[in-house]
């Protein structure tokens, strides 16, 4: 089975500091891919960045970043420069080579920017 | 430019009556999928639909039935409406995974209480 833990439902950031938001995974399938959304509280799901358990390097999509550390079994979500419209859920997903289909999503965490 | 498209975006239901929540895309997506999220709570899968053709049962697929009408459409139903129904549902769609997970893109969801 796959299991996605987010350990902190939430967190505090001054505007223009980095944050990194924890997530960590368990599974048995040899091949899986990570994925970060983003969800304001107009409610959508936006996808932010993906990285797959081979890939070499670390995922980078603008100011995002993902830390991961495959030993580890953690995939944590670096923002650098914080915005203020970076206030919102962040969830870590996760889906693997024998459920390709099936997301797994952690319980969240909510970040607040502060002026 | 919609991507994935849910209606309706509201619903009150009574306990006991039945509807289907409708979903399209239109990125030539194989995939499909069904979610529903609680308060506080990350997205659990209730059906999926790898292919035109061919449906799945997620993590919580009891009291829900669905139809991959088409390649574009996948609707969700609820025969007979309970109040632990009650929910945020979001559809989703992705590429064929193959070999490379791909981010699921969502709607912006159906937020349906049931009394």
């Known amino acids: 089975a796959q299991k996605i833990t987010q350990t902190q439902p939430g967190m505090f950031v001054q505007e223009k500091e980095a944050v990194t938001l924890d997530c960590t995974y368990d599974?048995?399938?040899?091949?899986?891919?990570l994925f970060w959304y983003k969800q304001p509280s107009s409610g959508e799901m936006i996808f932010l960045i993906y990285q797959g358990s081979y890939d070499q390097q670390n995922a980078t999509e603008g100011r995002y970043s993902l830390n991961f550390q495959k030993a580890r079994k953690s995939a944590n979500l670096v923002i650098s420069a914080s915005q203020l419209g970076d206030s919102a859920m962040y969830f870590c997903?996760?889906?693997?080579?024998?459920?390709?289909?099936?997301?797994?999503f952690g319980s969240g965490t909510k970040l607040n920017v502060k002026p | 430019n919609a991507g994935v498209t849910q209606t309706p975006k509201f619903q009150v239901l009574k306990t006991g009556q039945s509807m289907t929540l409708q979903c399209a895309q239109d990125?030539?997506?194989?995939?499909m999928y069904w979610y529903r999220q609680d308060p506080g709570m990350g997205l659990r899968l209730i059906y999926y639909s790898a292919s035109e053709g061919t449906t799945d049962k997620g993590e919580v697929p009891n009291g829900y039935n669905v139809s991959r009408l088409n390649k574009r459409e996948f609707s969700l139903r609820l025969e007979s409406a309970a109040p632990s129904q009650t929910s945020v549902y979001f559809c989703a769609s992705s590429e064929e995974q193959g070999l490379r997970n791909q981010p699921q893109h969502f709607g912006d969801g159906t937020r349906l209480s049931i009394l």
């Open positions: 599974t048995s399938d040899p091949s899986y891919g």
């Open positions: 990125m030539n997506h194989n995939s």
């Open positions: 997903a996760m889906s693997g080579l024998y459920n390709f289909n099936k997301f797994y």
